[in-house]
């Protein structure tokens, strides 16, 4: 959080302004890392697999959450202290206070009732609380000089439902066909905390995968994935790692299909640099799975803050499209083949804001001397340090030439400041995977030195073969 | 207008509900085109320049906009009908009405005596207003359980300006300095129309240059361009290509350093294969300006909706930092040589979405036999075709392998149905550089016809030089 904060990675909005919790901007470093961490994404679940994308707008009419059910049943319990009006998550607090977890979906009376039992009181002033109320997470604007009711969407995957038969015509789709966004979604929550982990906007990355239910058993590409292992938890401890052919055969996998986008999913996180030994798909038990899904994965990761969910995988049957063509009265079937069908959806739900944080702690290593962000070169926000060895002799100038050459291609950043060796440090704490170093060689001779960031290794090199030897480096490998 | 619905390149939101005006959703073609405009504005302006990126929370508190002045004034006027209740922007109205142009800043007053002389009735049921209001434009949303009040921003600079020191002091910052930023913002127009030109949930990418006031006179980079010419309209009429160093000489511009950026600005669009001819830098009068500037210039072009503004080019002070000095109580000025100084403000602020809609209209071309869009190729969404003659002898399977070949790196597409002809002819209107077809030659030599979208020229390549060739198809020209 020091680094994030001290070095431009992310930081609280509004904060000349102490603004409200659970808001947060990304700084230059954080918007370059992100931005690279969603062009993996796009470029090895999307493009990879052939996927469309979209971007949906955020505010979106309050039929589509009628429809959803996000407007009756997106709700936490609260409760209000009666003395001092300080508002809690009711299932949060008794669980803090009785040091048992309450399942998310305990009634308004059931923890009414642990309250009383508990002898709960407000943390603030200790005085009574109201009884338990349901709160709920949309966050709702008003449209226009009429007021028309609308709401900021709590997940991007709306747009994706309300715009499917629009994309399956115009793309000239057929099923199976993945439907994906990028963008933001907004949730009211009560009281967030954990800095990037529960916020009130966030960035999502959802895909949608809509395919027909009665075709889903076998799935051509998952012959190429079907000796490959997933790390599993099943009972919610311990963590395996299980071949896609084994967890089919044991029923623990519905269908091929889902199989092969666990694994595209898997193989995605291994590529953004996180610790996969830390990493898991947990099983989630009836108790824990959304109202709409009949089959439910959380990938989750281990963070100093726990075990902290990044996707959710959900099997959300046909559950999107049926609502609302009821809603909408325009019924969301296509053909397939010689079937008119709604299609059943498959959902990978993927917080990015959380991965970001997850991937940053995980990469970040304490040495004896030094602290080393060991992000991968090809997601590194700032690529190459240029640097002139001292501030006299025309090494500045030299510098400022050698950097103007790189940078409409590349990240790169100028310091000047410092002895070189603390230019260094504060490179390998951000994360800059090479640096360059500008000296009277490099004025007689046109060679500059290239240090890397994890071996600490210098080698010459002329300038005629720096932009091979960086575009090798940054190269996405295969 | 046809081209982007049927095509996927954009269509209205929550479509199937019929949501209200004015929030538009970018289909898979929008957003891959729209992704590699914002690509090439960091390149030839963010990298360029050396500029940094920032990326703010959209929900803002309630103090950001007090202190810029949102709160009070940035409204429209509106009347409403006294008997049907419907809405109307006044200004707007009697401009339709009267045929003549009402000024952005014409007083209640003002607008209800030209309601009356020119005896303006509800244009849906004849009957009277009630008199001309202020409407506000901003977007309200409330926060957590204590209803916190916050407000979707309406232009993205504010988050620069809130997280100016911030950024100044983590990023070791010297004047001037530029941070930029591309994303959402927010304003309930009364009525909006004219598709992508005005929404109410709409992209911007601006940046806000922070400068000395007292040393913006000499800036270094301005002697590279000190003869580019600049195609500006100074009387809103003609249009004259005039050079940086005369406008500087004849008091037009008011700074080395602001000619300086609108030379990077005019450069950037011409890579976006905009038609320069029907693109002009108007100046404003001091009746068009927003309250804020001193000087302003719009970059506008020209479209099938008229002379439309994508950039607003404002010279904005130090307004912004000294509000928000005042409110927040924590000054705004930082070091800047010996002297301590509140940073003066150039911002280029662009509208995203327009950019977009003008690209597409001055890229559209009609030949006698097809339509034509004639994208720059690194601008093209998708980028290559890969088809099959026939659907027999293998050449599906062939093809399928070339495909998965290349499209982790490019933006492709597979098309196997109808004739040769007919898929180059689609491939043509959505603008794809180079067709790949793959016959029975392919499957003895491995070579592929590869086809131009402009000259409609075909040769045959070796799929071992493939990769070159679209390499060197898709780079960015320098």
Redesign the interface.
Known sequence: MRLA????FF?P?????S??A???????L???F?NKFVEVWR??LL??D?M??????????K??FRASGHLDSFTDP?V?CKKCGS?FRADRLVSEKTGTLVTEGSSEKELDDLIEKHLIRCSKCGADFGGTKK?NLM????????K?E?Y?RSETCQ?IF??F???FK???CKLPVAIAQFG?S?R????PRQSMIRL??FYQCEIEIFFNPNQSDVFQKYDGISKNRLRVCLDGKKSQNMSCSELLKKGILPSQMIAYYLVLLQSFYEKTGLDMTRARFRLLSDAERAFYSSFAFDFEVETSMGWTELVACNYRTDYDLVR?GQ??G?EHSVMDGEAQVVPHIFELSMGVDRSIWAILEHSLTKHEERDVLELKPYLAPIQIGVFPLVNRDGMEEKAAEVLSKI???F?AF?DR?GSIGRRYRRADEIGVPKCLTIDTETLANDTVTIRDRDSMKQSRVHLDELRGILNTTFLFP?
């Open positions: 904060l001290e070095k431009g930081f909005s509004s904060e000349i302004y603004g409200p659970g808001f947060w901007e990304y700084g230059p954080g918007v370059g992100r470029r090895e493009r990879k052939g469309l994308e979209i971007d949906g707008s955020q505010i979106m009419t039929d589509v609260i209000k508002i709160f966050m709702s604007v008003e449209i226009g000089g009429d028309e609308a900021l747009s309300v715009d038969l629009r994309i115009v793309m000239r933001k907004f009211n929550e009560i009281s009130r906007e609302h809603t909408s325009r940078r409409k291609d990240n100028y400041s295969d």
